[in-house]
């Protein structure tokens, strides 16, 4: 281990640490990531389980491809295995269902698990490589990547970033030699010191590759140096590699290239049938591959090349005519066997020259990897087939809303817009069109959805009666809601349905309820029967695996006002996600579902939880803010919770990050500017904001009555004048802010009048509106209080006071602030008596601390409730202060006594 000493150490001392670690290996190609992990399993001692994964090069790979390999050939639970690979069952099941068999395999004992080469990993088995990573227990897991391979299409390049900001990573970068380990390296294979002739001409040949050297010095007669001083080095590492073979016999060569075609896993009976070779003489062929080191026995009936160089050089060497050969044998195999995975028959009819079998397996299986919501695996083989067939509508439609699905949406438009652009039929046409709407919304061309839509209209009269027609009617509904035509979408909802009555049309029907369920919730009149329609198609699209119409249902129900129980709220937040994972609809899985929790920490007024979520949320969507979906889909929500808390230092970074990216709404950046210089004290930055504020404004045609709110109570503590603030507040409402909001502000400004009475019966009517969160409701009652107190009611406000404190009990920040000082003003300078024990907890924190009180740990709180172990941190760190003790083993003492 020539240059490697420290870098071995380092993951000795992981592997025998007895804690949970992660490692990520990086360096190009020969640099010794495989080496280095060998070295470092000769070293763990013999009790520890010892898994290791590959991923493929240059295929799609079936989902959990690693963690398949990684077994093979072990007693595993065939139950768990099945759910693994049933591709009926969400990702989350089977997700949950790889992380038990592991858990089988390992049970209390030491374990290494490696993932190589985690740049070709599927998106299912670099979701494994993070969850097993969340895992407690003595285990070492460790990844290798070759940086350079890794883009923002494949799954492994956001993997990386999230481990990075969620993890103490250790990483180990494996640069090439130096010159001086260069003469070390030779100094130990040869046994003596090296020329500094043959140094230096090995070291420049090389580049100090480790690789490179040793295939150099295999094809020099006895390791001869001296040699390398007259004698001119192979041209090309490819000539070094190919040397190796060239004095095999017919036979033997004629199966290491068919295996140098079939790829870097080669199944005996695969390769037996594509060379036409019997058993005895392949055993043969093969035993003599082994003893040479070209090829090496990876389980049961498998083989693998020793390194992906040498089968790229013995490759490279075939004509191309016998390489095609050796594809359709293997491409005939395959479709002889009728199951095969379709990724691998695009493969080989690719390599076959076959481009109708290509075509046709691209088409099959991007259909499939849809159905199973692996987005990534059916954007690929559908680019795979459009490499050959660029107009085919089938794999344009497929690669469009596989894009769409992974959140790549410059794909996914320039996919869509061909599929329009080609359509031959209007109903293929209407179909390119109902998607292209929703992602012109999804990237702010907002002036792009209007003429869509109005196309669609002109082609209804030119589609056939039935399905074609509701369905172009359903696109236009949803067109219509998102632009906030809401009366529209509602009528073309209604035509949508009464075609689906008339045609049997139940999956249109579901798709039509979701537009018609969607615009009724935004209507203040019809909100409930909105959700009502809602929660009533979830059950149906989830019976027929419309997945996507489940998810976005649900996510339209936990947008709204949550319902009055957490418990239900979560339950819906929970349903979305898991709904989501299961089409592969990364935008709803991942940010809707991490703001869904924040709102669920602010429902129960608790700050820090609700920060911890976003931040996570955010982390994790970190790939699609940098593509442009909703510019950052946490980055204001994030900010104005840093706002609430006085984290003033934190917002500046967030306000550069958003200023930096396309399509922010006009309000966003000059609003969040002005709330900082407010919070800050800086009047003359606050004015030049509150400028650009009124001027953004001018080009909205809505509202937001949570921005009012926060503006107005900013600029309150600012001190600006009353004069000001009247305006700010005129300029931030309109008549569609018709709630709780309006009388939230319009109650603060009154106030800031000294018209206390008027202020009061505003606090007073909304002290138990529900649309307000409970800082926001104790912020109503501080208001009352300070109303009261100015009428001499010093009674009824103490009270309001003291129902502001407990709905403040876990906020902090201005609210709390304010809260001080109105306790001040009322001579109660000593702290509120508070709820202690069992009782001071709310319905999620009593839920943690039963699960705490059965001795789970963070990590495993976080799987049962499918939360991250940051989140569940932040609750048991809530229950312990809560309960006034330091230890998570006292709670069950005490929750048994409550």
Known sequence: MIGREGELRRLVRLASSREPAVAIVAGEPGIGKTRLVQELLATVPADTVVLVGQAEPGSLSRPYEVLLDAIDGRPVDGDQLAAVTDARRSPVERLHAGLDLLAGLIGEAPAVIVFEDLHWADSESAALF???????????????????????????????????????????????????????????????????????????????????????????????????????????????????????????????????????????????????????????????????????????DEFAFRHALLREAIGAQMLGRQRRRLHEAALDVLLRSGGSDPAMVAHHAQGAGRYDDLVAAARRGTALYLSIG???????????????????????????????????????????????????????RAESLYLLIRLAWESRLYDEMRPLTAEIETLIAQLPPGADQARAMTAIAQSTYLRDDLDAAVLWSDRALA????????????????????????????????????????????????????????????????????????????????????????????????????????????????????????????????????????????????????????????????????????????????????????????????????????????????????????????????????????????????????????????????????????????VEAHILSPPRRGTVRIGAARCLLAAGRVEEATAQVEAAAGLLADWGGWRVAQLAQIRTRLGLTDAPPAVTGPAALTPREREVAVLISDGLTNTELARRLYISPKTAAVHVSNILRKLGIASRTEVGDIIGRG
């Not at 050297?213 to 020099?220: F, N």
């Not at 083989?381 to 949406?409: C, H, K, Q, S």
């Not at 404004?697 to 004069?723: F, K, M, N, Y």
């Open 130 to 300: 993070e969850r097993i990573a969340d895992q407690r227990g003595p285990r070492l897991l460790i990844g290798t990547y070759r940086p350079d391979e890794v883009t923002h299409r494949q799954p492994a390049a956001a993997l990386l970033a999230r481990m990075e900001r969620r993890h103490a990573v250790t990483h180990v970068r494996l640069d090439r030699f130096t010159a001086a380990q260069t003469a070390a390296f030779l100094a130990a294979a040869t046994g003596a010191p090296a020329p500094l002739r043959a140094v230096a001409a090995l070291h420049h040949r090389t580049g100090g590759n480790p690789f490179f050297l040793e295939e150099l010095l295999r094809a020099l007669p006895g390791h001869d140096l001296e040699r390398l001083v007259d004698e001119p080095l192979p041209w090309s590492l490819a000539d070094v590699l190919r040397r190796q073979v060239d004095d095999l016999g017919p036979a033997v060569h004629r199966v290491v290239e068919a295996a140098a075609v079939l790829g870097q896993s080669i199944p005996f009976d695969l390769l037996a049938d594509v060379t036409g070779t019997g058993e005895d003489e392949l055993i043969a062929a093969l035993r003599e591959l082994v003893t040479r080191g070209v090829l090496v026995e990876t389980g049961e």
């Open 374 to 428: 692996s987005a990534y695996q059916a954007l690929q083989l559908a680019e795979t087939g459009l490499g050959e067939a660029p107009d085919d509508g089938e794999l344009l439609a497929g690669a469009a809303r596989a894009a769409w699905l992974g959140g790549l949406l410059d794909d996914a438009l320039r996919y869509g817009r061909r599929w329009r652009d080609l359509a031959t039929t209007a109903t293929d």
């Open 499 to 766: 075609l689906a009555a008339e045609f049997d049309l139940p999956d249109v029907r579901l798709a039509a309820l979701l537009e018609k369920g969607s615009a009724l919730s935004e209507r203040p009149l019809d909100s409930a029967a909105g959700h009502e329609i809602l929660s009533g198609l979830v059950d149906e699209a989830e019976k027929a695996g419309e997945w996507v119409l489940a998810a976005r249902a649900l996510n339209t129900l936990v947008q709204g006002v949550p319902p009055t129980s957490p418990t239900d709220y979560a339950e819906i937040l929970e349903r979305m996600r898991v709904d989501a994972e299961r089409a592969g609809f990364e935008s709803m899985s991942v940010a809707a579902y991490y703001q869904g929790r924040a709102r669920l920490a602010m429902r129960a007024g608790d700050l820090r939880a609700a920060i911890a979520a976003l931040e996570e949320g955010r982390d994790l969507d970190l790939h699609y803010r940098r593509r442009g979906r909703w510019a950052d889909f946490h980055g204001v929500f994030l900010a104005g919770l840093y706002l609430e808390a006085g984290e003033l230092d934190r917002v500046g970074p967030v306000i550069a990050d958003l200023a930096a990216l396309p399509n922010n709404p006009p309000n966003t950046i000059s609003g969040l500017v002005f709330h900082l210089a407010c919070r800050r004290g800086d009047r003359t930055g606050a004015e030049a904001a509150l400028d650009d504020l009124v001027a953004d404004l001018a080009q909205l045609t809505w509202r937001s009555g949570e921005q009012a709110h926060d503006l107005v109570s900013a600029a309150l503590e600012l001190g600006l004048p009353v004069s000001r603030l009247d305006e700010i507040a005129a300029d931030l409402l309109d008549a569609e802010v018709w709630d709780a909001y309006r009388t939230l502000v319009e109650a603060q400004v009154a106030e800031a009048h000294g018209r206390h009475a008027e202020a009061l019966e505003g606090y007073l009517s909304i």
